[in-house]
């Protein structure tokens, strides 16, 4: 069933109280898409849709919603329903919905849930924002060096329904210390009395707690991880993170840098559930920034008012120079901070990229030049000093874009600052200045202007 048309079917099923057949429905679907079409119901027939769903079916489509609806349905339902769908949910879901809830509702919540749930969530929310630790979940399938396959097969039944992942176990000592994984598909192929000390992979990889989420990112990239376990400072493991947290961390990290990079001060809601007052405070101080930062260009301008009653002309050929050195300069700058996100480039190849970026330029200002001095002498036509002042200050232009572009975010990686930080919207003012003093030097030199 379609997500649009599963939707309406629900609708139509609560609105005509066939419960039954209601629930039915309800089960045929994926958790996912349960989910989905739940999100597009209003409040109070979410609640009524989400209250039919089967006990063990209702915490997987939970896990499936956005925040607000979680929240909503979680303040709506009585204490000893909340406690179970909490109880039910991974302990990092858990944890990420207590982080957005009020202090008072967490704290009536965590005192209906389990003690084992409340000891978990408890944990993971003591890590820092945007650590390995915070992202984490502890419920993973641990053994012991020493267990036979049959023993360790036989503990992963008894606990594996209730864990992330039983495709990796994590074997540790006696003193809890991480020293080697092994995958299911091993324990099956080795004969019940072997110990898994014995063929264990001691070669792992392993983040701390305190790891920044961008570089655990990163890491899975590397290795093509599903899984990747979390220690302390002892190497005692703490927790895992899986892929699936990781996907949701990739597509944070590119919104936010997708934001700083249209000069926009990162969120953490999306759009619809951003209300005006908040997006205003997130997009004026750079407004006000740039507006600020502008105003160099204007006075530019105003010293060569002189040479504009010469040659007013030159007007109107300040709008095409200064948005074609916006443009170049936009197009370098995205393409290295794409490049230092990767890790494709370092501050170390700052002088390859340089050089590397003068040569396009130098063909891409050329071309252009090329092309409006056709246009200028055939359809505007202006004199051919005009023309060649134009023409020149484009070829300058663009070289002195692309090289602003593509030092700037390398400068700001070198010293700390996210290079998304230094994306178009600064690179163009900074762009524009140049390109206007270029512009009217080229002309006081060809046309002699006083």
Same mark, same amino acid.
């Given at each position: 069933?379609?997500?649009?048309?599963?939707?309406?079917?629900?609708?139509?099923?609560?609105?005509?109280?066939?419960?039954?057949?209601?629930?039915?429905?309800?089960?045929?679907?994926?958790?996912?898409?349960?989910?989905?079409?739940?999100?597009?119901?209003?409040?109070?027939?979410?609640?009524?849709?989400?209250?039919?769903?089967?006990?063990?079916?209702?915490?997987? $489509?939970?896990?499936?919603?956005?925040?607000?609806?979680?929240?909503?349905? =979680?303040?709506?339902?009585?204490?000893?329903?909340?406690?179970?769908?909490?109880?039910?949910?991974?302990?990092?879901?858990?944890?990420? @919905?207590?982080?957005?809830?009020?202090?008072?509702?967490?704290?009536?919540?965590?005192?209906?849930?389990?003690?084992?749930?409340?000891?978990?969530?408890?944990?993971?929310?003591?890590?820092?924002?945007?650590?390995?630790?915070?992202?984490?979940?502890?419920?993973?399938?641990?053994?012991?060096?020493? @267990?036979?396959?049959?023993?360790? #097969?036989?503990?992963?039944?008894?606990?594996?329904?209730?864990?992330?992942?039983?495709? #990796?176990?994590?074997?540790?000592?006696?003193?809890?210390?991480?020293?080697?994984?092994?995958?299911?598909?091993?324990?099956?192929?080795?004969?019940?009395?072997?110990?898994?000390?014995?063929?264990?992979?001691?070669?792992?990889?392993?983040?701390?707690?305190?790891?920044?989420?961008?570089?655990?990112?990163?890491?899975?990239?590397?290795?093509?991880?599903?899984?990747?376990?979390?220690?302390?400072?002892?190497?005692?493991?703490?927790? =895992?993170?899986? $892929?699936?947290?990781?996907?949701?961390?990739?597509?944070?990290?590119?919104?936010?840098?997708?934001?700083?990079?249209?000069?926009?001060?990162?969120?953490?809601?999306?759009?619809?559930?951003?209300?005006?007052?908040?997006?205003?405070?997130?997009?004026?101080?750079?407004?006000?920034?740039?507006?600020?930062?502008?105003?160099?260009?204007?006075?530019?301008?105003?010293?060569?008012?002189?040479?504009?009653?010469?040659?007013?002309?030159?007007?109107?050929?300040?709008?095409?120079?200064?948005?074609?050195?916006?443009?170049?300069?936009?197009?370098?700058?995205?393409?290295? /901070?794409?490049?230092?996100? @990767?890790?494709? =480039?370092?501050?170390?190849?700052?002088?390859?990229?340089?050089?590397?970026? /003068?040569?396009?330029?130098? @063909?891409?200002?050329?071309?252009?030049?090329?092309?409006?001095?056709?246009?200028?002498?055939?359809?505007?036509? $202006?004199?051919?000093?005009?023309?060649?002042? $134009?023409?020149?200050?484009?070829?300058?232009?663009?070289?002195?874009?692309?090289?602003?572009?593509?030092?700037?975010?390398?400068?700001?990686?070198? #010293?700390?600052?996210?290079?998304?930080?230094?994306?178009?919207?600064? =690179?163009?003012?900074?762009?524009?200045?140049?390109?206007?003093?270029?512009?009217?030097?080229?002309?006081?030199?060809?046309?002699?202007?006083?």
């Amino acid at each position: 069933m379609e997500e649009s048309r599963g939707t309406e079917y629900l609708k139509e099923l609560l609105d005509s109280k066939q419960y039954t057949k209601l629930r039915q429905a309800l089960e045929e679907e994926l958790d996912a898409d349960v989910a989905a079409s739940l999100g597009e119901l209003d409040e109070e027939d979410m609640l009524k849709v989400f209250r039919i769903l089967p006990k063990d079916q209702a915490a997987e $489509v939970f896990s499936y919603l956005d925040v607000d609806a979680q929240q909503y349905i =979680i303040t709506s339902l009585s204490d000893k329903d909340a406690g179970l769908i909490m109880d039910n949910l991974m302990a990092d879901d858990a944890a990420d @919905l207590m982080d957005e809830m009020p202090a008072n509702v967490v704290k009536r919540i965590l005192a209906n849930v389990s003690p084992e749930t409340r000891r978990d969530v408890n944990h993971l929310l003591r890590y820092p924002e945007d650590s390995a630790g915070s992202i984490m979940t502890v419920e993973y399938v641990d053994l012991k060096e020493n @267990l036979t396959v049959e023993e360790a #097969i036989a503990r992963i039944r008894r606990v594996g329904l209730d864990r992330e992942t039983v495709n #990796i176990c994590y074997v540790l000592d006696s003193k809890r210390r991480l020293i080697g994984t092994v995958s299911l598909r091993y324990l099956l192929l080795h004969e019940s009395a072997e110990v898994i000390g014995d063929f264990m992979n001691e070669n792992v990889v392993s983040v701390n707690t305190l790891t920044d989420q961008e570089e655990v990112a990163e890491l899975f990239k590397k290795y093509d991880f599903t899984a990747m376990p979390v220690v302390d400072n002892e190497n005692r493991l703490v927790g =895992i993170i899986t $892929v699936d947290d990781i996907m949701d961390i990739m597509e944070e990290e590119a919104t936010e840098d997708i934001e700083k990079m249209n000069a926009i001060l990162p969120g953490d809601k999306p759009y619809m559930r951003t209300g005006v007052w908040e997006t205003w405070k997130k997009r004026i101080p750079w407004l006000l920034l740039l507006m600020i930062s502008a105003t160099f260009t204007g006075g530019i301008i105003t010293s060569f008012e002189d040479s504009l009653r010469q040659y007013v002309v030159l007007t109107a050929f300040i709008p095409m120079l200064m948005d074609t050195g916006g443009n170049a300069g936009g197009q370098a700058s995205a393409t290295i /901070i794409r490049g230092l996100s @990767l890790n494709d =480039i370092g501050f170390s190849d700052i002088f390859r990229v340089i050089w590397k970026e /003068i040569r396009v330029a130098a @063909l891409c200002g050329l071309t252009l030049a090329a092309c409006n001095f056709l246009k200028l002498m055939l359809f505007d036509r $202006v004199g051919l000093t005009v023309a060649a002042v $134009v023409c020149l200050t484009l070829v300058v232009t663009v070289v002195l874009a692309k090289a602003v572009g593509c030092t700037l975010p390398m400068a700001a990686k070198r #010293i700390g600052f996210d290079p998304a930080v230094m994306a178009s919207p600064f =690179i163009t003012t900074i762009v524009d200045a140049l390109s206007l003093m270029v512009y009217f030097r080229f002309a006081a030199t060809l046309l002699h202007l006083s």
